[in-house]
């Protein structure tokens, strides 16, 4: 297999920070967390490239710059709790996890959930708070939640995420119908009121739940 660091550095380099991502924590967090882990053994040499991998369950794991993007555009800062909604991998949960964040993420499918949970129990990433449920319904024992990121497509933005969205707040969430039409939307609590900015064009897996979909 081919050196992961160095994969990794040519990854930060030639597909992040070429494509403009320039947060110091989100490249530190994609520099040092190993993406091969989070990939079955089979696709480890595929871990670094330069795009969505399966996970199994018609699943995958976002395309780097895509975590990347998504991570600055959150805008964390260390200490703060952030809700993830497809764990999927456990990927984007970790690079969040490493970036401070105190991070819960919830799953809807079984194998996806404990395989994430063994994986973060054997890199012994214990503070990441895992749920085996529909996320679009968040988690509002734990509310309000600084940041939420959703990283599945749904129809629209699921209300009781916004409910949870603390103030100020921010919400990232692909939008769309289908795959080939979603926009990444930022929803931005501050002072009562609710502000939606289109961010681009992404595809996403479909987010399959109550509400938003
Ligand atoms: N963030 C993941 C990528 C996840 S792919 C990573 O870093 O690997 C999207 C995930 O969202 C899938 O695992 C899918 O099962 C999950 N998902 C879809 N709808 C959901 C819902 N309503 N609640 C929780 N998870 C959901």
Do not use: N
Not at 14 to 38: N, T, Y
Not at 118 to 144: H, I, Q
Not at 182 to 188: D, H, K
Not at 199 to 209: E, P, S
């Amino acid at each position: 297999m081919v050196d992961p660091v160095r994969s990794r550095e040519r990854m930060v380099r030639e597909q992040i920070e070429a494509r403009g991502v320039s947060d110091r924590a989100v490249l530190d967090a994609l520099r040092s967390l190993p993406r091969h882990l989070f990939v079955e053994e089979a696709l480890a040499s595929k871990a670094y490239s330069d795009g969505p991998l399966p996970i199994g369950e018609g699943q995958t794991i976002s395309q780097p710059y895509i975590v990347a993007l998504m991570s600055e555009l959150l805008r964390v800062e260390p200490g703060m709790k952030v809700l993830e909604i497809g764990t999927g991998s456990g990927y984007q949960a970790a690079v969040l996890a490493h970036m401070g964040c105190d991070v819960y993420t919830v799953e809807r499918i079984k194998k996806l959930f404990f395989a994430a949970r063994k994986r973060f129990m054997d890199m012994r990433m214990f503070s990441v708070k895992l749920k085996l449920d529909d996320g679009t319904m968040g988690w509002p024992d734990e509310g309000p939640f600084d940041r939420i990121i959703v990283t599945a497509g749904g129809h629209s933005v699921p209300e009781p995420l916004v409910d949870q969205l603390a103030d100020p707040g921010r919400l990232l969430i692909p939008v769309g119908e289908g795959r080939r039409h979603q926009s990444l939307v930022l929803v931005e609590k501050k002072d009562g009121e609710v502000i939606r900015t289109d961010k681009g064009g992404v595809a996403f897996v479909d987010l399959v739940g109550k509400h938003g979909w």
